[in-house]
């Protein structure tokens, strides 16, 4: 079973994104074991300080390294893998949803505020953004990367569904109908129908590339 730990100043966050759907079920048929820890309570300082005024001076306040330092050396083993969400991380993609789904221990560190001490990259094995856009912390963040990782996890979801998914190869997913076959003047591509699962395929390869053509030539690119 994967274990996955989350390291945030904001647990509440997380209430309903892991107890809803197909994570809750991961959950429960024991696919995954999801932690929240918050980072506060590793704080040595009396008030429960975690962040500080910048050095050289500066606006806002920055996460300091002894919370989070300690509260890593509590959960890491030599099998873990630790990662900072930070947007200067690299940008995230299926493929790393793919190598990651292969891990056994998952630690992911939420930056806040604005910003966390340099020193605590050096704790870190991989730093991840999930795209080019700021958010006001890495939570949400962590639970985009924990979505797209727990559905890939063997018995999670059907065995090959995920074969087809957008991105893989590089592709965005093919056209997809389900019954009547006609809704409001609308009609299900007759190939569809024919039964011809050789051409049904050639179909949907082609449907794929086109559509990637026209939405994302970046992928093709590649
Ligand atoms: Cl991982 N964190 C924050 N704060 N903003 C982001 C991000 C992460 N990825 C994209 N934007």
């Keep these: 079973m994967m274990k996955v730990d989350i390291l945030t100043l904001f647990p509440d966050m997380y209430n309903g994104v892991f107890s809803?759907?197909?994570?809750?079920?991961?959950?429960?048929?024991?696919?995954?074991?999801?932690?929240?820890?918050?980072?506060?309570?590793?704080?040595?300082?009396?008030?429960?300080?975690?962040?500080?005024?910048?050095y050289g001076g500066g606006n806002g306040m920055v996460l300091t390294c002894q919370p989070i330092f300690d509260c890593i050396a509590s959960l890491r083993n030599e099998k873990s893998k630790v990662?900072?969400?930070?947007?200067?991380?690299?940008?995230?993609?299926?493929?790393?949803?793919?190598?990651?789904?292969?891990?056994?221990?998952?630690?992911?560190?939420?930056?806040?505020?604005e910003g966390f001490d340099e020193r605590i990259?050096?704790?870190?094995?991989?730093?991840?953004?999930?795209?080019?856009?700021?958010?006001?912390?890495?939570e949400l963040a962590s639970m985009v990367i924990v979505d797209s990782i727990v559905r890939l996890?063997?018995?999670?979801?059907?065995?090959?569904?995920?074969?087809?998914?957008?991105f893989n190869d590089n592709l965005l997913d093919y056209p997809t109908y389900t019954?009547?076959?006609?809704?409001?003047?609308?009609?299900?591509?007759?190939?569809?129908?024919?039964?011809d699962h050789k051409k049904i395929a050639e179909y949907r390869y082609?449907?794929?590339l086109q559509r990637t053509k026209e939405r994302r030539p970046d992928l093709l690119n590649k």
């Design 20 to 54: 809803e759907s197909i994570i809750k079920r991961a959950i429960d048929n024991q696919k995954v074991e999801i932690n929240i820890h918050n980072f506060r309570n590793y704080s040595k300082d009396i008030h429960h300080k975690v962040d500080d005024t910048p």
């Design 83 to 113: 990662i900072l969400l930070t947007p200067d991380g690299k940008v995230y993609k299926q493929s790393l949803a793919y190598d990651l789904a292969k891990e056994e221990h998952l630690i992911l560190i939420c930056g806040h505020y």
């Design 121 to 138: 990259r050096s704790i870190c094995d991989l730093e991840i953004s999930i795209g080019d856009y700021v958010l006001t912390g890495g």
């Design 153 to 166: 996890l063997p018995g999670v979801i059907e065995e090959g569904s995920h074969l087809n998914d957008s």
């Design 179 to 195: 019954k009547p076959r006609i809704y409001q003047g609308m009609e299900v591509p007759e190939v569809l129908l024919s039964g």
């Design 206 to 208: 082609e449907e794929s």
